[in-house]
Nanobody
């Protein structure tokens, strides 16, 4: 199971930290990704972290502003979002890819099929 939380209302330039509580996986071979979907837009993949080796991926639009991290003791993956813009307003979802994942140069979240989705958490950035 994946349980996302931490969304809310924030002013432009502010920060939020989303959390994804992970449970029920019997193997350490998986990766957790964050996606978002704004009204009227397609869902987009933002970031991903390998549980096995903690390698990470960021979509270009969030590089330098968002940071993904994992706390294995708490079975939780975080998405720290800084310098938020009104264009970041969306429902944010965490998701899991099952299997051995090691992220390196050229790795793209869009090339991978998602095995599990969590429920979304709404982030609203006011101008």
């Amino acid at each position: 199971q994946l349980q996302a939380s931490g969304g809310g209302l924030v002013q432009a330039g502010g920060s939020l930290r989303l959390s994804c509580a992970v449970s029920g996986f019997t193997s350490d071979d998986y990766a957790i990704a964050w996606f978002r979907q704004a009204p009227g837009k397609e869902r987009e993949g933002l970031s991903c972290i390998s549980h096995a080796d903690s390698t990470t991926y960021y979509q270009d639009s969030v590089k330098g502003r968002f940071t993904i991290s994992g706390d294995n003791a708490k079975n939780t993956v975080y998405l720290q979002m800084n310098s938020l813009k009104p264009g970041d307003t969306a429902v944010y979802y965490c998701a899991a890819i099952i299997g051995w994942i090691s992220i390196s140069e050229g790795w793209n979240l869009a090339d991978w099929e998602i095995d599990y989705w969590g429920q979304g958490t709404l982030v609203t950035v006011s101008s």
